[in-house]
C-alpha cells in the first residue's frame, strides 16, 4: 500500500514536489535509508577498482597514475570522487533511484585487454574511454539508444532482471567466500560443503538477519543487516585477528578487514583527474584493432544499462507495461555522460549499478535516494578509513536478498511459448553462469531473432532488434578477430 501523500511546504514542499517523494509512495526518510544503503552496498567499488585498474602496468611499464609501483589510494579517491558527483546528477536529472559508479566488467577489459597491450599507456586507454563515452551520447541525443531500448520485447527485459538478480545473488555468494572454487567441481558451498571460517559466519549473521527483518517488515532491513554484520565483522578481528585473505592465510577476509582506523578522516588527492591521452592510442596500436577495442567498450556500456535500469525500475513498481521505466531518455544520457567521466577522471568508465536495487529493496523510490549515495561517495573521499570498515561479508548478503526479489519476475514470462521460454531462459542462466550481464543479453537476443526466423515469425521482428542481435554477434567474435589482428 502506497503512503498517504502529505501536504509540504518550503524546502521539504519542492524537494518532494521535485523529485515526486509523495506521489510515489515514498517518504524522505525512506530515500535517505535507501540512498545510504545503495552506497554500502556499492561503496566496495572504492576498494575494487584500484585493485583492478590500479595493480596492473600499461604497456610501457607504468601504472594508473605514473610511476612504476601502484599508487592504490590516488585510484580510490578518483574512483569515489567521480562515482559521486554523477550518482548526484543522475538523481537530479533523471529523477531515478540510480547510483552510478566505475563498471566492473569493464575495467578489468580496460586493464588487462587495453592498457597492458604493449606500448599502450593509461592515459591513451583512458582516451578510448571517452570517446566511447562520446558515442554513446550522440546515440542518445539522437534517441537511438532510447529506441533499441524499446524494441527489446517486454519478456527480455523481465529475463533480463530475473538474470540480473541471479547474477547478483551469485556475486553475493562468491565474493563472500560461501561458493568457491570447487574441488574437482567447477563450484562448491563453502569450504568443502561446510561452514567453516569467521567471515563465512558473519555474512550468514548479516543474511539471516536481513531476511528475518524483512518477514517481519521491518523499515530499513537491508540497511540494519549491514550495520549488524559489521559490528559483528570488526568484532570479530579485534578478538581474532583474522588479517586479509591470502593464500597462506584462507581464512581471511575477501577485501576489506575489518579493523578500526587509527584515523577517521584523510585529505584526498585528486591530481589523476585529467591524466588522459584522447587520441595517442591510435599511434600505439593499428587503426583497425584500436577501433575493435571501442566498439568491445562501447556495446558493454549500450547494454549493461539497459538491463540495469529495467531491473531497478520492475524492484521499484515504476516500470511501465512495456517494460520501461520513467525518464528513460534522462537516465540514457546521464548514463552516457558516465562513460566520458569516468575516462576523464582516469578510474574506468562509470555506469549505472544494478546494487541500486539493494536501496530500491530498503524503500528507496526517487532520484533522492541516488543524491544521498553521491554525497555519501564525495564524503568518503574523506573519510575512507571509516567507510573502509565494511567488509564484503557484511555488505554481500544484501545482494543475495536483491537477487531473491527481482528473480520474481520470472512469473511473468510465458513458458509455454518456447519462442518466448527459451530466449528467456539463455538470458537469466548466462548472466551468472558466464558472469556477464552483456553475454546474457547478448545471446538472448540472438536466440530470440534466430527462433523467430526458423518459426516462421521473422516479421515481427523489430529492424533494430535485427542490428542488435548482429551487434552482438560481432562481439561475441571480437577475441579472434582481435587475435588474429595481433
Known amino acids: 500500500m502506497s503512503a498517504p501523500v502529505t501536504e509540504r511546504t518550503g524546502i521539504a514542499g519542492t524537494l518532494d514536489s521535485y523529485f515526486s517523494i509523495s506521489s510515489r ?3 524522505f526518510g525512506q530515500e535517505i535509508r535507501g540512498g545510504l544503503t545503495t552506497f554500502f552496498t556499492m561503496s566496495y567499488i572504492v576498494v575494487l577498482n584500484p585493485l583492478i585498474i590500479g595493480t596492473v602496468a600499461d604497456g610501457q611499464g607504468n601504472f594508473l597514475g605514473g610511476g612504476t609501483e601502484p599508487n592504490l589510494a590516488l585510484v580510490a579517491a578518483a574512483t569515489a570522487l567521480v562515482a559521486g ?9 533523471a529523477r531515478f533511484p540510480l547510483a552510478m559508479a566505475a563498471g566492473l566488467g569493464i575495467n578489468a577489459f580496460l586493464a588487462y585487454s587495453i592498457a597492458s597491450r604493449e606500448g599502450m599507456s593509461w592515459p591513451e586507454a583512458m582516451g578510448f574511454v571517452v570517446i566511447e563515452g562520446i ?7 539522437t534517441n537511438f539508444r532510447k529506441a533499441v531500448f524499446a524494441a527489446v520485447p517486454a519478456f527480455l527485459k523481465q529475463a533480463i532482471a530475473v538474470g540480473i538478480g541471479l547474477f547478483l545473488a551469485f556475486i553475493g555468494l562468491y565474493d563472500a567466500g560461501i561458493v568457491t ?7 562448491q558451498f563453502g569450504n568443502g560443503g561446510y561452514i567453516s571460517t569467521w567471515p563465512m559466519v558473519v555474512f550468514v549473521i548479516g543474511l539471516f ?8 517488515k521491518v523499515r530499513g532491513a537491508l540497511l540494519i543487516s549491514i550495520i549488524v554484520a559489521t559490528v559483528v565483522a570488526v568484532i570479530v578481528e579485534a578478538v581474532a585477528s583474522l588479517g586479509a585473505k591470502s593464500g597462506e592465510n584462507p581464512d581471511g577476509w575477501a577485501l576489506v578487514v575489518p579493523a578500526v582506523p587509527d584515523s577517521v578522516v584523510s585529505a584526498p588527492d585528486f591530481s589523476l583527474v585529467g591524466q588522459v591521452d584522447l587520441f595517442g592510442g591510435f599511434t600505439s596500436l593499428p587503426v583497425l584493432t584500436a577501433l575493435l577495442m571501442i566498439f568491445s567498450l562501447l556495446i558493454t556500456d549500450f547494454f549493461d544499462t539497459m538491463g540495469t535500469m529495467t531491473a531497478v525500475g520492475a524492484e521499484a513498481g515504476l516500470n511501465d507495461k512495456d517494460g520501461n521505466p520513467p525518464r528513460t531518455q534522462q537516465i540514457l544520457l546521464v548514463d552516457s555522460v558516465g562513460a566520458a567521466a569516468g575516462g576523464l577522471g ?4 562509470n555506469t549505472s549499478y ?6 530500491v529493496g530498503d524503500g528507496a523510490r526517487t532520484g533522492f535516494a541516488s543524491v544521498i549515495t553521491g554525497v555519501a561517495f564525495l564524503l568518503s573521499t574523506f573519510l575512507t578509513p571509516l567507510y573502509a570498515l565494511v567488509p564484503f561479508e557484511a555488505a554481500t548478503p544484501v545482494l543475495v536478498v536483491v537477487g531473491f ?8 514470462i510465458d513458458w509455454k511459448d518456447y519462442r518466448i521460454a527459451i530466449p528467456a531462459f539463455l538470458t537469466f542462466i548466462i548472466m551468472p553462469f558466464g558472469y556477464s550481464i552483456s553475454a546474457g543479453i547478448g545471446v538472448g537476443f540472438i536466440s530470440f531473432v534466430v527462433l523467430q526466423v526458423f518459426t516462421g515469425g521473422a516479421r515481427k521482428v523489430h529492424p533494430l532488434m535485427w542490428g542488435a542481435a548482429g551487434a552482438f554477434v560481432v562481439y561475441f567474435a571480437l577475441g579472434p578477430i582481435v587475435e588474429a589482428l595481433g
Open 25 to 27: 509512495g515514498s517518504t
Open 346 to 349: 582516469s578510474v574506468s568508465s
Open 135 to 141: 558515442i554513446i551520447f550522440i546515440l542518445v541525443l
Open 209 to 216: 538477519t536481513a531476511i528475518v527483518l524483512m518477514a517481519k
Open 354 to 359: 544494478i546494487e541500486s536495487a539493494a536501496g
Open 85 to 93: 558527483l554523477l550518482s548526484i546528477v543522475m538523481g537530479v536529472w
Open 181 to 187: 572454487t570447487g574441488a574437482g567441481t567447477p563450484t
Open 405 to 412: 526479489l527481482m528473480v520474481s519476475q520470472v512469473a511473468g
